[in-house]
């Protein structure tokens, strides 16, 4: 019987002399294990501190061992083991080369190979949820996925924000239907196409892929979901504006009527009814106005003289807000932040050029009329007399231009003769705010910071509160209450640069019943230049939510035929309201008019009619109004 001795780390060399060398593995190595094991320990507390600053995302430590085994495993090889080559490397616009897929497509590969694709293990992406809060996708009815092979999780979560936005879905109908005929809409078509797949719940698992037309106006540069937001709707704005004016040339051809001739007529009524449209007097949204696009009105007024140079009307389709110094805000700080107004010294002002001129002539002609004229010759009172009735002249000229308020550079060369370099500088106040509301509200958090010591731009990490319902009213033109009360259809524009336009926050304002709800938010993790965006959106069931969804109590405080859910590129998760709105590091939001009936809209309004084409406007002065093309 044989008998098998267990050897210790510790044994005898013979060297070539002859004499033996005692060599102790354990003693040898035991520096590299406590090296080991402090470098363990040290990435272990750095990781830690890292996902406590926002800097990384919440990774657990089994994805992130699988995430370094995708990246650290040659392609080549990966694929060569991969028996099903065509399935995660074919898209809709066909096959992609192996030398320019990224790391989702070997991350495919692996998974099929070892065999555990649907393993949730392995399927949780940055922002898992616990073990409470992950079900087999068999169980849960949830919105499709878009998959990810070029780091485009800018582009994933904003096409999902989208996808929320039921008053979007019906602009592109309607202008599918009215425009598509007369000129190619890829933009409208694509996009469409995409958000009725990602409404349709029966594609529950699958995972789809963005066409070719959403992801060319991409590129290596530009990884913000802000801008490529921003090129989406600008060019969905684009295809409108060339099919309108194509639809106008073929209706004017049909009629006999030219293009030139139909510029030069008048305006129609419904042309009219446009543009008080676009003053925000009348809330009917027509079928071609993008629910996204609202207007901003901005006042620069002098502080000194209170002349006002007018309202621009500048149109939006995302609202920019700033942060600044503090940990932590709300929203609506940040919007009191952006509607604030805004001191700004040393600017020229040209009615308190005028008035010091008005002022120098007047006291020259005090002066002439004090001076003492008998011991003149009589050339000399000739003179004076000259002179005085061409300083009256000028001034009578100047006045006539402050009573006017006509301060064009024409003006103030010709009749005021001033040199455009001799002009007074003042203090002006600017502000803007909300004039027309937006059916669909999309709100950016401004988080770049221009570091002044290093010249870079710096993420801001600073938590942000957001509300599940946002009333918009206290950030609108048209809310500050009037002093009639026998009149509640009048709106009182501030014309005083010095005050606001706005109400103030312990005033009573009237409510325009502009109630907001949250449908998507998109938030960042990782630092400015990288990182990675995750949405969150509401998905609203026609029916009472699947009893899937409801026995793992998940549904917090939201309505019955309401749920959210985590998209993370492909993997999706169905996570509660409270969770969602817990949300820090948010870096867009979603919201959509909450549209009630007559009735509810006159209750919540606080007895305001809603005949909003009747509104009269007053100002403390009148005031020119630059409507934009």
């Not at 599918?176 to 890829?186: D, K, P, Q, T, V």
């Not at 009037?482 to 259809?489: C, I, V």
């Not at 938030?523 to 959106?537: E, L, N, P, Q, V």
Request: hydrophobic share 35%; aromatic share 8%.
């Amino acid at each position: 019987m044989n008998t098998y001795h267990r050897h210790p780390l510790s044994y005898s060399v013979q060297s070539s002399g002859g004499h033996y060398i005692h060599d102790d593995l354990g003693s040898r190595w035991m520096p590299y294990v406590s090296a080991i094991a402090y470098t363990f320990a040290s990435s272990v507390l750095l990781y830690f501190l890292l996902i406590h600053l926002h800097v990384l995302p919440p990774i657990p430590f089994s994805t992130l061992a699988w995430k370094l085994l995708v990246m650290l495993s040659p392609s080549p090889l990966v694929f060569a083991l991969d028996k099903d080559i065509t399935e995660g490397t074919t898209t809709k616009d066909g096959p992609v080369l192996h030398n320019s897929v990224g790391t989702a497509a070997k991350e495919e590969a692996l998974r099929r190979i070892f065999r555990f694709s649907r393993i949730p293990f392995f399927s949780q992406g940055p922002g898992q949820r616990n073990s409470s809060s992950s079900f087999p996708k068999s169980t849960v009815v949830a919105p499709p996925g878009l998959g990810n092979f070029n780091n485009s999780c800018y582009q994933n979560s904003v096409i999902q924000g989208l996808a929320s936005l039921r008053q979007l879905s019906a602009f592109l109908n309607n202008s599918l239907e009215s425009f598509g005929h007369a000129r190619e809409m890829s933009t409208h078509v694509s996009l469409k196409a995409t958000i009725i797949q990602l409404n349709d719940l029966s594609n529950t698992g699958r995972r789809l892929w963005l066409p070719g037309e959403l992801k060319s106006m991409s590129s290596w540069q530009q990884q913000d979901a802000q801008e490529y937001y921003s090129k989406v709707i600008e060019q969905i704005d684009k295809e409108i504006s060339q099919a309108s004016k194509l639809k106008a040339m073929d209706d004017g051809f049909k009629s006999g009527i030219t293009s030139d001739q139909k510029t030069q007529a008048a305006p129609t009524g419904s042309q009219g009814c446009d543009i008080l449209k676009r003053f925000g007097f009348v809330d009917l949204v027509g079928p071609f106005d993008n629910p996204l696009e609202g207007l901003t009105v901005q006042r620069v007024g002098c502080m000194t003289c209170g002349y006002c140079e007018g309202l621009s009307l500048i149109p939006f389709t995302c609202l920019t807000v700033p942060l600044s110094q503090r940990m932590e805000y709300d929203v609506r700080d940040c919007l009191d932040d952006y509607t604030a107004l805004e001191p700004i010294e040393g600017v020229e002002c040209t009615k308190c050029t005028v008035l010091r001129v008005e002022s120098g002539l007047v006291e020259f002609l005090d002066k002439l009329e004090a001076q003492d004229c008998i011991q003149l010759e009589p050339s000399e009172k000739a003179q004076k007399e000259a002179l005085r009735k061409m300083t009256e002249s000028r001034l009578h000229a100047v006045r006539g231009v402050l009573s006017q308020e006509d301060f064009s550079e024409k003006t103030l060369l010709e009749k005021c003769r001033l040199n455009p370099k001799n002009r007074v500088s003042s203090t002006k106040s600017r502000q803007s705010v909300i004039a027309r509301a937006p059916k669909s509200l999309a709100i950016h958090i401004n988080r770049s910071v221009f570091d002044e010591l290093t010249g870079v731009l710096r993420k801001n990490y600073a938590k942000v509160i957001f509300p599940d319902i946002l009333d918009l009213d206290e950030w609108c033109l048209g809310s500050k209450q009037s002093k009639k009360e026998d009149d509640d259809l009048t709106e009182n524009w501030e014309a005083d640069p010095t005050k606001s336009m706005l109400s103030s926050p312990n005033s009573t304002f009237q409510s325009l019943n502009r109630r907001y709800e949250l449908r998507a938010v998109i938030t960042h993790f990782g630092r400015h230049d990288d990182g990675h965006y995750i949405c969150y959106r509401k998905i609203s069931f026609e029916s009472p939510r699947p009893t899937s969804l409801v026995e793992h109590g998940l549904d917090g405080n939201e309505r019955k035929n309401d749920q959210w859910f985590e998209l993370s590129d492909a993997d999706v998760t169905p996570v509660s309201k409270n969770h969602v709105l817990s949300q820090g590091g948010v870096f867009m939001l979603f919201y959509e008019l909450i549209e009630g009936t007559p009735e509810e809209a006159s209750e919540e309004s606080s007895g305001i009619s809603s005949k909003q084409s009747e509104i009269t406007l007053e100002t403390s002065s009148e005031m020119p109004v630059d409507i934009p093309d």
